[in-house]
């Protein structure tokens, strides 16, 4: 596969995990990463970047929070912590190989599907400030495992502005004002 050091809005697709009612009142700054996920989904929609979520046993954790569903073209309900193992892979659109990943928890379902996508040769980015754990250690352990494996830590904001590309982009003032 073809790997670049730039995020491509036109290669992107952002993958949105198990941020869900149930979970998210457990995660250490959880306000503050669903707020990231949200203003990213935003964004995303804007520039008409595909947007697919995973919810983990939705029977016991619930549905994930409405402010999220309402972006996404598809859910994957998943038993597996690695949504990869749900058939997430065949969700991603082909023309698609730069996976932006969102969401809960860092060190479990999010850590497990990054490193499956990278095994599966995906160009895999994880926006730090859009993740979160229960305990910061997870998090923080997990992001550094995540980095050696391959992936591209970033920050949303450093995201929204890679995918602009230019002052020129017409949805340049919107995304500018949910950056701000």
């Known amino acids: 596969m073809n790997t670049s050091n730039q995020i491509h809005p036109e290669t992107s697709i952002l993958i949105l995990i198990d941020l869900q009612g149930r979970l998210m009142p457990a995660i250490d700054q959880g306000e503050a990463v669903l ?19 995973t919810e983990q046993s ?11 569903r309402i972006f996404c073209s598809k859910t994957i309900h998943k038993e597996h912590f690695n949504a990869c193992a749900d058939g997430l892979i065949q969700s991603i659109p082909s023309n698609r190989q730069q996976c932006i990943l969102m969401g809960c928890e860092t060190h479990v379902c999010l850590m497990q599907t990054a490193l ?3 095994d599966e040769g ?3 980015s994880i926006v730090v400030d859009g993740v979160g754990s229960r ?5 923080q352990i997990a992001l550094e495992r995540l980095q050696i494996a391959g992936a591209r830590l970033i920050t949303g904001e450093m995201l929204g502005f890679e995918w602009l590309k230019t002052a020129q982009n017409p949805a340049f003032k919107e995304v500018l004002a949910l950056l701000k």
């Open 35 to 53: 707020k990231q996920c949200i203003r990213t989904a935003q964004i995303a929609q804007l520039l008409k970047i595909p947007i697919i979520a």
């Open 116 to 118: 499956k996508l990278i």
């Open 122 to 124: 995906y160009d895999v």
């Open 58 to 68: 939705p029977k016991s954790l619930g549905a994930n929070i409405e402010s999220i």
């Open 135 to 139: 305990r910061p250690l997870d998090k």
